[in-house]
C-alpha cells in the first residue's frame, strides 16, 4: 500500500507537469521560430525530413528486422504473429503507453500466442521498462536532427557516443506518454548539444510517439515468444500449426 501511494503520488505530479507542456512547447519553440523567421520554409521542410526518417526507421525495424527474428529464431508463422497481437498493437498506439497496453499485451501472448504465463509474466513486465528498441531508435535520431538544426557538425566518436546513450536512457524510460523527450536530456549533454533543440521536435513527438510505442510493443512480444521457443514451448503461432 505504501509502494502504491507513493506511486499515486509520482503519477499525479507527473500529470501536472504534463498538463504545463503546452505552454512550455509555445515558448521554446516561439524562440527558436522567432531566431529563425527567415527560414521558416526550410525548418519546416527539415522537420517533415526528420520524421519521415524516424517513421522509416521505425518501419524497417518493425517489418523487417523483428520479422526476421520471428521466423528464423522462434520459427512462427508471421502473419498469425501479428494478427494475435493486433489488440495491444492498436492500443500501445492509441495510448502511447506501453505500460498501459501492458495487461493486453499479456493476454494477447498468453491466449492468442499460446505462451505460458510463467514467461509472459516475468519477461512483459520486464521488456515493457528495459526493452524500447522504438525510443533508442527515435532518441538517436532526434539528437542528429537537432545537432543539423543546430549547424554542429558531429564527429564519428560523438555519433557512437549518441548510439550508446540512447540505448542505455531508452532502458530507464518510464513506459508514460512521452518519456523518451525527457531522457533526451541525457543524449543531448553526453555530447554537448543545446538542450533547447527538444523544443523543435516537441510539436510533432505525440505523432511519432505512438508509433515508437507501437513498435515497443511488438518487441516485447517477440521477446516473449523467442523465449518461450527457446525454453521448447509450443506455441499456437507455429509455422507448423493448422
Given at each position: ?135 533508442a531508435l527515435y532518441e538517436c535520431v532526434a539528437a542528429i536532427f537537432i545537432a543539423q538544426a543546430y549547424g554542429i557538425e558531429l564527429t564519428y566518436t560523438q555519433e557512437i557516443i549518441i548510439v550508446f546513450t540512447s540505448l542505455l536512457a531508452s532502458i530507464g524510460a518510464a513506459a508514460i506518454p512521452m518519456a523518451g523527450l525527457v531522457m533526451m536530456a541525457i543524449v543531448l549533454n553526453a555530447v554537448g548539444l ?49
Amino acid at each position: 500500500n505504501f509502494f502504491n501511494a507513493v506511486l499515486e503520488v509520482m503519477m499525479k505530479m507527473t500529470m501536472f507537469v504534463i498538463q504545463f507542456t503546452p505552454l512550455g512547447i509555445i515558448g521554446i519553440v516561439s524562440e527558436v521560430i522567432a531566431a529563425n523567421k527567415e527560414n521558416l520554409v526550410s525548418l519546416a521542410g527539415s522537420l517533415g525530413a526528420y520524421m519521415a526518417t524516424v517513421l522509416l526507421a521505425l518501419a524497417v525495424h518493425s517489418l523487417i528486422t523483428l520479422p526476421l527474428i520471428l521466423r528464423y529464431i522462434a520459427k512462427v508463422d508471421l502473419r498469425k504473429h501479428f494478427k494475435a497481437m493486433q489488440t495491444t498493437l492498436l492500443t500501445a498506439f492509441s495510448t502511447a503507453s506501453s505500460g498501459a497496453a501492458l495487461p493486453l499485451t499479456i493476454q494477447c501472448v498468453e491466449q492468442n500466442a499460446g505462451v505460458s504465463k510463467k514467461i509472459s509474466n516475468f519477461v512483459l513486465p520486464l521488456g515493457a521498462t528495459v526493452n524500447m528498441d522504438g525510443t533508442a531508435l527515435y532518441e538517436c535520431v532526434a539528437a542528429i536532427f537537432i545537432a543539423q538544426a543546430y549547424g554542429i557538425e558531429l564527429t564519428y566518436t560523438q555519433e557512437i557516443i549518441i548510439v550508446f546513450t540512447s540505448l542505455l536512457a531508452s532502458i530507464g524510460a518510464a513506459a508514460i506518454p512521452m518519456a523518451g523527450l525527457v531522457m533526451m536530456a541525457i543524449v543531448l549533454n553526453a555530447v554537448g548539444l543545446p538542450l533547447e533543440g527538444v523544443g523543435l521536435i516537441l510539436a510533432v513527438d505525440r505523432i511519432l510517439d505512438m508509433f515508437r510505442t507501437m513498435v515497443n510493443t511488438l518487441s516485447d512480444t517477440v521477446g516473449a515468444v523467442v523465449v518461450a521457443r527457446l525454453e521448447g514451448e509450443e506455441l499456437l503461432i507455429s509455422r507448423d500449426k493448422k
